[in-house]
DNA sequence: TATGAATGAGAATTCATTCAT
DNA sequence: GATGAATGAATTCTCATTCAT
């Protein structure tokens, strides 16, 4: 019987707890109860309030960037390591969307809390980007640019895209306006991608992925 | 005597402190002290936490959805008007820089707690992009896309730069790579106009403005 | 134009609110807004909660007792004295509600509470009984009893009554039963008169009063 | 080891300080420092102030009228059942003198707050003591009178005697007037049974119970 | 490991009172 | 006399954490 252990029920339990109310908002009780476990025990398996979250944060981050470094290195042009580099990141946000809320809360602190290791984690894509942008201009294929405002580009999109699911599927309730309920992250990511590639191209006539 | 009221300091020092630690993160007595204030004077002018907060928000957002609408509306082509919505909420963005952190905050609670007035300030601004874009499919000059995908792409982009600042600089300097010391928002606004039009635009001959 | 002096507006819904909260349940913020006048100003007319909850007191308990010393003089017999005693106890406290009310909870607190004021009120009340009732033993129509429980009764029952008009005119909503709707106090009155003078008397056959 | 559960010593302290102090005027503070238990604690085991007040009147009046009810049933005749209600009601008054104040307090505020299950429990005495007269009446005995008045005349005159005796011993000692210092119930539900049924009896050559 | 009970240090809110105008 | 604003001292309640079993 494949029981889940109480360390990693409670690990769940408060990364969601941490995406939806942040970590002042989080509280102890609440994921002792929504974990269906007595709160002593969350202090058995995880030292403190801070150290859980830390937890949450590394468990979270880490198999993210490692898929998108692994999806990355599969593909060898510029632009194509590009757009796997986009696409891969939106679909690991949507696969996870405690991720996406956990990083935007993190990133309006203006990251000072944010751990070291997600810290460290942030900086392995913005490296991996450098390096296929630089990638690309030594082909002559990409223009030179500002890697760090295509990441903003990249992580703010799709960020605000999977956070906002939720909010955009009750605004279309309200609304009765259905363009609201995009729910579906792949287009998104394609067209994300389309439009910074295009803006990178050197020339504009290249032929572009489908 | 230019005293600043009471009500109008705390306002501000609430602004300020609930978007660097968030609501649940932010501390009455805190702000009391940074105000100079009596705590039971917040009380006096703003009923509760949440109140206050209600409060900030609907200072924050209001003056910034209405600089844009005047923005656009001063322009007339559609690509103008793309220009100039984005270029607005990039100044107005760097102006206000607590309204990037509390905005993103609010997306990643899912919005669900983001009061009414400020849900509808930024309905405002995406019907808004609505029409820029709508106009510019009657012009001929954009092709149709899907108006949601746009504004995520603005708002998550700037709100994610602006927010940054602190934290670039800080790793700016644990890195001493200079590159991440960006922090003028004018650039990246022009960049991310640059980048949105030209993936819109129906011929890619067609003139950019500079 | 006879307008009501701000002092005396404020010690009549001071005492109100000392009746139906207590004196820690009542809140001088509710009773300026009560009353229509600014907080500070009870503080002008009044020194402090302590002192405006005495003065209500004195208001209230003197006139009360003047008037059942005043109605019982005007009797000779022991027989009427005790009955115009009750009556006039029972038709003062319905004619000032609030009466029955302060009272009560004085007498729950122990009385430890009760101003000065209000104690040597209610002393007088009950020498008065006391010399009633050793008229009547004089007289040869009483029995010899103790005047303190012929006081609790009288007291006790009246107060009880008055002050639980409101209580059971919901109960008799909820309930349907009409007969606890009475409110009118006097046949209260006169039937406890009744019952205590009857089983005063020393010979069960001496006339009653109808 | 016979420890006294926190929750009951809770439970007891808050008993006596809402009857000395009301609800307002007890403080939580003074609670938890009576009980030597945390302020915390309070809250682990009654929720907020009102529950815990709530709770105190549950544990109070229930028992009492359950006593009145038993000690009736026992007897058969209605003014044996009469004579056994007050004393009982008396009886167990005097033995909870907790009872006398806080029920004082809740007919002071017209009873409107009483907790539903309080107000239940009066509507049980009440209840009872209809039964007892009307039997009264259908064994020519009693005279039709209406309850309510004498359910007034047995809480009002009780609640009064064992709420004042504290006030009382203070009286006796500052004026010397030993007839104050009466602090034994029992007399005064004898005096009281006895003037209530004598009022009552149709015949008042009937034999009455010495 | 697990849990019910306990707790100290806060944190939000209230309230009587005062002050400047 | 009257009033809006301010304030210190509570007061209720919360929360992360610990302890005994």
């Known amino acids: 019987m494949a029981k889940i252990k109480t360390a990693e029920k409670i690990l769940m339990g408060a990364t969601r707890l941490f995406a939806q109310h942040g970590y002042d908002g989080a509280i102890m009780d609440d994921l002792a109860e929504q ?3 007595n709160k002593a025990s969350i202090y058995y398996h995880h030292k403190d309030k801070i150290t859980l979250y830390e937890h949450c944060l590394e468990a979270l981050f880490t198999p ?3 898929a998108i470094i692994v999806a990355v290195e599969q593909e060898s042009g510029a632009q194509d390591k590009l757009a796997m580099h986009i696409n891969t990141f939106a679909k690991e946000s949507a696969a996870k ?5 956990i990083l935007m809360r993190e990133m309006a602190s203006g990251g000072t809390n ?3 290791l997600a810290r460290t984690q942030m900086q392995r894509i913005l490296r991996l980007l450098k390096q296929v942008l630089a990638q690309g201009v030594d ?3 990409f223009k030179k640019t500002e890697p760090l405002i295509v990441h903003f580009m990249i992580v703010g999109t799709i960020n605000l895209f999977v956070a906002t699911i ?3 599927n009750a605004l279309a309730m309200e609304e009765g306006c259905q363009s609201l309920k995009v729910s579906n ?6 067209q994300l991608a389309k439009t910074i590639i295009r803006s990178l191209l050197t020339d504009v006539t290249h032929p572009m992925p489908p």
């Open 185 to 190: 992250v792949k287009p998104v990511g394609k």
């Open 166 to 168: 939720p909010l955009r």
């Open 64 to 66: 993210i960037v490692d």
């Open 97 to 101: 969307p405690y991720f996406a809320a």
């Open 114 to 116: 944010l751990p070291v």
């Open 139 to 141: 082909e002559k294929v």
């Open 35 to 37: 974990c269906g476990v």
